[in-house]
């Protein structure tokens, strides 16, 4: 019997003991990185956030905003999707992968003054699995069952056995969480903000979960912790939330780690794209993201903007359904593969800020195979292949792409789709184009597997772990892609919980293998997307997942 | 007059019946839900099977309709899917914002548009009334969202005097008593903020107040033409009143009821919301509200919001009758 508890490895890399030092740096002096302590950022998102606790949102605006405010147990490297020590300054899991370690960071405080321990830490995954009634909907907690499968008490058959077992708080700084079923995916998924670790003191003291079910008008919380006292251990505390204006923070001074150099990091909402360009020229907001390519050149042009890129994360790709004749043919999606100019697209829609993509998740993540079956542009080849499959051609296929919309990993979806109807139509199809509105209409045809033969889509990751990529699209059977592949749903089932980091990712690289040979969908790009400042906002790191935090930047330095 | 008030008042409770059926089917025939909308990319068949449940949208829709009624009845509008607040929480402040816009609209509409067709018809035919025909076809046919554009390039990117987005500056502290910014910044009793959410309403006033600026002003000019070529137009002259006594009591009076009637109308419309000027401006208001709630398939705003702005359009006609009254004494007695 190994009795040896491995300091594990899994997707962790150099992180295992790098203690309580990412990050300790100076603080309050000046020009310790450059830029200068003091002022106020306005930053502007896309949409006012839904409510300022991480276990209840899924959108990009809400979790921005909780960033600053709240703390995970284990952190991503800025800039990276390399795991470091957040809360947490190490971790110990068992060889089952059942049980987990986690050793405390000491002197913590949450912006109400009381302690950060392990049962602070217990108290918030206890509430998590508590959930009751509309909490458990994935209108709420949707990444806490995307991870942990299901709650205490399941009140929907749609809902998976939960994952978590108990947390246990050893001692004041050692926290033992314990899993129902081995899993190696919990360390990366810890660093998201639905992992947020919350004052408990807060919690409880503002109703966090209280509230009515209307079985006709939902949830009707009644609680104000995430709506006017939303309390963690981050960098910033918040000071006031005005509906669809503002939401003011302020720098925490009794922050541990390196203390914001902004006073005050304001954040509004701006939905419109020429709109929020504006507002950054008249110098009402100094940030922005979600830029549009054709608005970058006149960034880059203006003596006092610059233009900064968050390392790519996502991938574009063509949907190809199985459950829709030919395409159960191995042979007719080669050809498709074939088709797609995807180099043209990428070259001409993309602002020279995309690369074509080989797999279904990008280089960054471990489990990328270091080489996959490649399908050049090549029309004859195409054609051979449909007439192999005994088809006449020109096949006609119903080739979908979504309207009014434009999401980082497909800015322009009519010009995507144009040059691939156009390329396909040369390579023995006959596309004929249908369109929807993207939200919720494209949506919920993609979903149902109601979107033709072929459609574009795409991802963005939510964490480094190739089962948040490849694992959500292909582990099970769905409408979308219409196919049955029992070797493939294995592959990615045992790679989930494979404990041995080495073999794990050797299991991707397998799956990706099988995936680019099998074609359930043809992946054509990655990009990386653009965010706007004025110039002289300086200390700001693009992540790959988006989450940015705000104590390094500076304003007017 | 009162009997006339009160049987306008009653046809309200048919209409809004009729109307909250009309949306409530109208919206439930929209494809797709609005789990789709919540999760995006991530949606699956089970979460949005989960979500509807939540929402009772899996049960035959006359329950839900009546449901609804039940709580429309208590003051309930119910409570968003996407904030996840009470639906009159969020009209309580969308529209003061929709009024504010509004009332600074028209305002520029009439102070400029009454005057302007009032001077094209008195100087008929002349370079006068050619330039006030050009400028009015131009606020008719100029799109809001590129006049708004130009705006906001020229004030705020080039000359740095006016913002470009919002209803006050983010730097400005202020309790919002009443969301209505003016009224909060006079209650506050703090100039500066009052100032400041006026420079914050003029490139908006200006955008959506350029279609009713050039109707005003087409239909003062028409309707001044037709008055002063009317009889009593010619006996007031011919009793020698002065021009200015015939201009005010009888040309520019009797030439009001034709434009009341096209400012109750315009005004109507813009209380329901200004799409355009709205998301442009990032001015939150009833029209981009409603705009994101169609989008998101959030059916508790659209309900509530809907009939709202109905009940508003239609209280806004009865004043515009009872304006006749006032200006035209012939109305009165009948």
Not at chain 1, 258 to 284: F, M, S, T, V
Not at chain 1, 499 to 512: G, T, V
Not at chain 2, 89 to 94: A, G, N, T, V
């Amino acid at each position: 019997m190994r009795r040896m508890s491995m300091r594990i490895l899994l997707l962790l890399a150099t992180a295992v003991f790098v203690v309580g030092a990412a990050g300790c740096g100076g603080g309050d002096d000046e020009g310790d990185a450059g830029g200068k302590t003091g002022g106020t950022l306005v930053y502007a998102g896309a949409s006012d956030p839904v409510v300022i606790d991480g276990a209840l949102v899924s959108d990009g605006e809400s979790i921005r905003v909780i960033t600053q405010i709240f703390e995970t147990l284990i952190n991503l490297k800025p800039g990276t999707t390399e795991l470091v020590p957040g809360l947490a300054t190490e971790w110990e899991v068992s060889p089952d992968a059942l049980t987990y370690t986690f050793a405390l960071r000491e002197g913590v405080t949450f912006h109400d003054g009381t302690d950060f321990n392990a049962a602070a830490v217990c108290f918030n995954f206890d509430r998590w699995y508590n959930f009751k009634g509309p909490l458990q909907s994935p209108s709420a907690s949707y990444y806490y069952s995307a991870f942990f499968g299901g709650f205490k008490k399941n009140e929907s058959e749609d809902l998976s056995d939960p994952l978590y077992k108990s947390c246990e708080a050893r001692n004041a700084t050692t926290a033992v969480i314990t899993l129902t079923r081995p899993s190696a995916s919990l360390l990366g998924a810890l660093v998201q903000q639905a992992f947020s670790i919350a004052s408990p003191d807060a919690l409880k003291k503002y109703d966090a979960d209280a509230g009515s079910l209307d079985p006709d008008t939902g949830f009707k919380p009644s609680g104000t912790f995430g709506t006017e006292h939303p309390i963690g251990t981050g960098p910033f505390e918040f000071v006031s939330w005005t509906r669809e204006d503002r939401i003011v923070l302020k720098r925490y001074e009794d922050y541990w780690g390196e203390k914001a150099k902004l006073d005050q990091l304001i954040i509004r909402p701006i939905a419109d794209n020429a709109a929020r360009l504006q507002a950054l020229q008249a110098d009402e907001i100094q940030g922005y993201d979600l830029v549009e390519p054709q608005d970058i050149p006149t960034i880059e042009g203006t003596d006092n903007l610059k233009i900064l890129s968050r390392p790519a994360f996502n991938v574009a790709y063509v949907t190809i359904n199985q459950a829709k004749k030919p395409m159960d043919n191995l042979k007719v999606r080669q050809a498709v593969a074939y088709g797609l100019d995807r180099e043209a697209v990428v070259n001409n829609f993309y602002g020279g800020r995309g690369v074509v993509a080989k797999e279904m998740m990008p280089p960054e993540v471990e489990g990328y195979a270091d080489s996959v079956t490649e399908y050049a542009y090549d029309p004859e080849k195409a054609k051979a292949l449909l007439k192999e499959a005994g088809l006449t051609l020109p096949v006609q296929i119903e080739f979908w792409y979504p309207s009014d919309v434009s999401r980082p990993y497909m800015p322009n979806p009519k010009n995507n789709f144009e040059a691939f109807a156009a390329s396909l139509n040369k390579s023995g199809f006959k596309v004929t184009p249908k369109t929807a509105p993207w939200d919720p209409d494209y949506l919920g045809r993609v979903d149902e597997g109601n979107a033709g033969d072929l459609n574009l889509i795409g991802w963005t990751g939510d964490f480094a772990d190739a089962d948040n990529f490849i694992g959500t699209f292909f582990q099970d059977f769905s409408p979308q892609f219409g196919f049955r592949n029992p070797k493939l749903f294995k592959l990615l089932d045992d790679a989930e919980i494979e404990a041995d980091r080495q073999k794990r990712i050797d299991m991707y690289k397998e799956a990706n293998q099988l995936i680019m040979e099998q074609l359930p969908a043809v992946p054509y790009a990655h990009t990386k997307p653009a965010l706007a400042f004025r110039k002289d906002v300086e200390g700001f790191v693009p992540s790959p997942t988006t989450n940015e935090l705000f104590n390094t930047v500076s304003i007017g330095g | 007059m009162l009997r006339f008030v009160v049987r306008r008042l009653l046809l309200l409770v048919p209409i809004l019946v009729g109307l909250s059926i009309l949306v409530f089917l109208w919206i439930r025939a929209l494809p797709a839900s609005p789990a789709v909308s919540l999760l995006g990319e991530r949606a699956t068949p089970e979460t949005i099977r989960q979500i509807e449940r939540q929402y009772g949208l899996d049960k035959p829709v006359y329950i839900q309709y009546l449901r609804y009624v039940e709580n429309v009845a208590k003051g309930d509008l119910g409570t968003t899917i996407r904030t996840r607040r009470p639906v009159t929480d969020e009209l309580r402040e969308r529209f003061p914002a929709t009024i504010e816009l509004t009332i600074a609209a028209l305002l520029f509409a009439t102070l400029l548009g009454i005057p302007l067709g009032f001077i094209a018809a008195k100087r008929y035919g002349t370079w006068v009334d050619h330039s006030s025909l050009v400028l009015s076809l131009l606020g008719i046919s100029i799109p809001v969202f590129f006049l708004a554009i130009l705006l906001k390039y020229v004030f705020a990117v080039q000359l740095g005097l006016l913002p470009t987005v919002g209803r006050i500056s983010v730097l400005i502290d202020l309790e919002h008593p009443t969301n209505f910014y003016l009224l909060d910044a006079l209650i506050a009793g703090d100039l500066a903020a009052f100032w400041d959410v006026i420079k914050h309403l003029i490139l908006p006033a200006i955008a959506l107040g350029s279609i009713p600026l050039a109707v005003t002003a087409r239909i003062t000019r028409a309707a001044v033409l037709d008055v002063q070529n009317e009889d009593y137009v010619r006996t007031a002259r011919a009793k020698g009143l002065s021009p200015r006594v015939v201009d005010e009591r009888h040309i520019f009076r009797n030439a009001l009821l034709p434009i009341t009637t096209i400012i109750g109308l315009q005004t109507g419309l813009l209380l329901s919301g200004a799409v355009l000027t709205e998301t442009v401006f990032a001015f939150p208001g009833m029209g981009t509200w409603l705009v994101e709630a169609i989008r998101q398939r959030d059916f508790p705003v659209l309900q509530g919001g809907i009939l709202f702005v109905s009940l508003v359009f239609v209280l806004v006609n009865l004043l515009v009758d009872i304006s006749y009254a006032l200006i035209n004494p012939r109305i009165r007695v009948s």
